[in-house]
C-alpha cells in the first residue's frame, strides 16, 4: 500500500472571504503546505470568484505555496498578471486554451511552474505528449465552478493511468486531485497515485483542521 506524504492544499474557494487573512492563517498552522486559489471567469465557469489584484493583496501576508487553478477562457491573456501576483504554480485548463504549448512556455518563462487542469470529461491520454513539459497536472474530480460537490467516481480510474503515464514520462510531475477530496475519498486517490491534494468545503467545514489535514496526511 503506498504510503507516501501528499501535499494538501486548501482552497479558499470555501473560506469567507471577509476575514481571508484569518483563513490563511488556519491553512498555514493546519500542516497545510500549498493554498489552493481557484479563479473563475464566469464563462468558462458558472461562476465568479477573484482575480490577480486580490492574489498580490494577500501574498504579502503569506508564506504557502500559491497554486493558482485558473479556471478561464484563454488563460493566455493574463500569465503574465497570475505571475506578477505572485503565484507559484499557475494551471490552465486544456479546455481553455488552443495553444496549449505556446502558453505553458509563457508560464515557465515568467519563471513559474506550469500545470495543466483536465476536466472529468477530458481523458488523461490528451497529455501524452506535453506532459515531459510539466510541473503538475490537476485532474478535476468534480465538474469545476463550485465547492461542495461529490467526487465522481470514474475520475479516480484516470488518476491511476495519469500516475503510469507520469512515472513513464515525467516522475517529477505532480499529480493533484481537485473536487470532493475528504476523510472517506482520499484512501482511493492515494491508491491511484495523487501527490497533492486539494480540499475546500471538508477543510473550512472541519472543527479541527490540523487533525484533518493529519487525517488526509496518514489514511
Ligand atoms: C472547484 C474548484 C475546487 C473547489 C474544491 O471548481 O476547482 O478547488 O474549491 O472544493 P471541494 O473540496 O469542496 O470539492
Ligand atoms: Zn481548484
Known amino acids: 500500500m503506498d504510503k507516501k506524504k501528499i501535499i494538501i492544499a486548501p482552497s479558499i474557494l470555501s473560506a469567507d472571504f471577509s476575514s481571508i487573512c484569518e483563513a490563511l492563517s488556519v491553512i498555514e498552522s493546519s500542516g497545510a503546505e500549498w493554498v489552493h486559489l481557484d479563479v473563475m471567469d464566469g464563462f468558462f465557469v458558472p461562476n465568479i470568484t477573484f482575480g490577480p489584484k486580490f492574489i498580490r493583496d494577500i501574498r504579502a501576508g503569506s508564506s504557502l505555496i500559491f497554486d493558482t487553478h485558473l479556471m478561464i477562457h484563454q488563460p493566455e491573456n493574463f500569465i503574465k498578471d497570475f505571475a506578477d501576483s505572485g503565484s507559484d504554480y499557475i494551471t490552465v485548463h ?126
Open 94 to 219: 486544456y479546455e481553455a486554451s488552443l495553444h496549449l504549448h505556446r502558453t505553458i512556455q509563457e508560464i515557465k518563462l515568467s519563471g513559474k511552474k506550469a500545470g495543466i487542469s483536465l476536466v472529468p470529461s477530458t481523458p488523461v491520454e490528451v497529455l501524452e505528449d506535453i506532459l515531459p513539459e510539466l510541473d503538475q497536472v490537476l485532474v478535476m474530480t468534480v465538474n469545476p465552478g463550485f465547492g461542495g460537490q461529490t467526487l465522481i467516481p470514474f475520475c479516480v480510474d484516470k488518476i491511476a493511468k495519469l500516475r503510469n503515464m507520469c512515472d513513464r514520462k515525467n516522475p517529477d510531475c505532480k499529480i493533484s486531485v481537485d473536487g470532493g477530496v475528504n476523510n472517506d475519498t482520499i484512501s482511493v486517490l492515494k491508491t491511484a497515485g495523487i501527490d497533492v491534494a486539494v480540499t475546500g468545503s471538508a477543510f473550512f467545514s472541519s472543527l479541527n483542521p490540523t487533525e484533518f489535514v493529519k487525517i488526509l496526511k496518514n489514511r
